[in-house]
């Protein structure tokens, strides 16, 4: 996907597997509320003029053709903020037009994570700070083994879904 900029905010040491081209920042303490705001005042600081979008790890079944309508330019017009809902009550991505450091910490710190509503409750605030919200696809997020079978399902030919076999084929050989 295009991007002015591709930021990392990472819990530990960057490895061979991230490509080029990618700012990497250290993540913030604090629960996942207080780090999503964390993340999103870092990249106001670093390019105060861009718009961002945050998107979760635990998404391997994304590609740039899924965001790319929806974040298309002429669908940009007139949208504070894009939202991208979890079948399971959450959100994978979160985008502000305009981040700064004190919208994020209007928006994140205190939205209980890891709920049934915390999609909810971000919708919540968005709508609180009168942003007006483009919504992205609904998709599964894997936090359990059945969700990384559903996924791997969904984007069968991807390298999430080739992981998954391989550790199902170890399992049978030791099994």
């Known amino acids: 996907m295009p991007a002015g900029r591709r930021l990392l905010v990472l819990d530990g ?63 940009r017009t007139g949208v504070d903020a894009w939202y991208g809902p979890a079948d ?26 890891s709920t049934p509503d ?5 919708l919540d605030r968005l709508a609180a700070e009168g942003l007006t919200v483009g919504r992205l696809p609904l ?3 894997v936090d359990t083994i059945e969700d990384a079978r559903h996924v791997a399902a969904e984007a069968p030919e991807s390298r999430f879904a080739a992981c998954l076999r391989s550790i ?5 050989v030791t099994g």
Do not use: I, N, Y
């Open 13 to 75: 040491d960057v490895g061979p597997w991230l490509p080029p081209g990618w700012d990497v920042v250290p993540q913030s303490d604090g629960g996942l509320d207080v780090r999503l705001a964390a993340a999103f005042a870092h990249a106001a600081r670093t390019a105060p003029d861009a718009p961002a979008l945050l998107v979760g790890m635990d998404t391997p079944q994304l590609d740039a053709a899924l965001l790319a309508e929806a974040l298309s330019p002429a669908r």
């Open 88 to 113: 399971d009550g959450g959100f994978w991505a979160l985008g502000l037009a305009k981040p700064t450091e004190r919208l994020a910490g209007r928006l994140l710190p205190g939205v209980p994570m």
């Open 118 to 122: 915390t999609g909810r409750a971000l």
């Open 139 to 141: 998709v599964t997020d």
């Open 168 to 172: 199902a084929t170890a399992q049978e």
